[in-house]
């Protein structure tokens, strides 16, 4: 009888940690889709991970969850009827719960244009395409990138953009990083570690990932969904707003295609 007994604990005592393991190896993406204009939830909306092939759809509210996706980069559509698609791709850390609202602009319907009396009103919408026009501009950046773009004039730090990563042909954030001053890196089979050669030994950067501290990043990650990047190699040219424990072993910053643009007043 006590043999059973000790048998049958013993057993459970193997199986429980299964489910324990998978919960700390995965995060959790939930939010609302909301409309741009209005700010109100879009019901039945869909989220589709790109990377995994999973999906939601969203409640009266606008509200979805995601639940168990690995730990790593994630690139997310989401759509909805009458409205543009969008794209965003996330960074998820193990257990991590990430919370964001995403916002979907609607589609402006063709109204019919009014005719003379007798004759039927004009569509619009199927109207005679004009040639394509070849206009050259610099891309603005967009308002959330004002803090980069202030700085960058003040001569501290190194900075890549969108235009610089794509004609660098980098694959890597390592790539992008590579001609970069005072910054080197320690390499052991397949995994690097970015070392600023003013930081004492063993002393990694800070990672911030559209605004906030994501330290699953790494020389690593892919460039194609960034669009900005500052690397600052010590304290003397870390701005204040970066300024703590970590400055001292220098600051990556990276913008996203994934980050929020400051809501419209």
Not at 17 to 35: K, N, S, Y
Not at 76 to 101: I, K, N, W
Request: with cysteine; aromatic share 6%; net charge positive.
């Amino acid at each position: 009888m006590t043999r059973l007994i000790y048998f049958t604990l013993t057993a459970l005592l193997v199986l429980r940690p299964v489910g324990a393991v998978e919960a700390q190896t995965t995060a959790e993406f939930r939010g609302r889709v909301l409309d741009a204009t209005t700010g109100r939830g879009i019901p039945d909306a869909t989220v589709v991970v790109t990377t995994s092939g999973g999906s939601a759809r969203t409640d009266s509210l606008g509200q979805f969850r995601l639940p168990n996706l690995k730990a790593g980069i994630h690139r997310f559509l989401v759509s909805a009827a009458g409205y543009s698609r969008g794209t965003l791709s996330l960074a998820f850390a193990a257990r991590e719960v990430m919370e964001r609202d995403l916002e979907l602009e609607a589609v402006a319907a063709a109204a019919p244009v009014a005719a003379a009396a007798g004759e039927p009103a004009k569509d619009t919408s199927k109207a005679q395409a004009l040639p394509g026009v070849d206009v050259k501009a610099d891309p603005a950046l967009g308002r959330r990138f004002a803090d980069f773009e202030r700085r960058r004039t003040t001569g501290r730090g190194q900075y890549r953009t969108r235009a610089e990563l794509e004609a660098g042909q980098f694959y890597t954030l390592q790539d992008a990083m590579r001609t970069m001053r005072g910054v080197r890196f320690n390499c052991a089979g397949n995994s690097c570690r970015a070392q600023m050669v003013r930081a004492p030994l063993g002393c990694s950067p800070e990672y911030i990932v559209d605004e906030r501290v994501d330290n699953s990043f790494g020389p690593t990650i892919p460039v194609r969904d960034i669009v900005g990047l500052e690397v600052y190699t010590g304290v003397s040219d870390v701005p204040g707003e970066f300024a703590g424990r970590n400055s001292g072993c220098g600051v990556i910053v990276i913008w996203t295609t994934s980050g929020r643009e400051p809501r419209r007043k």
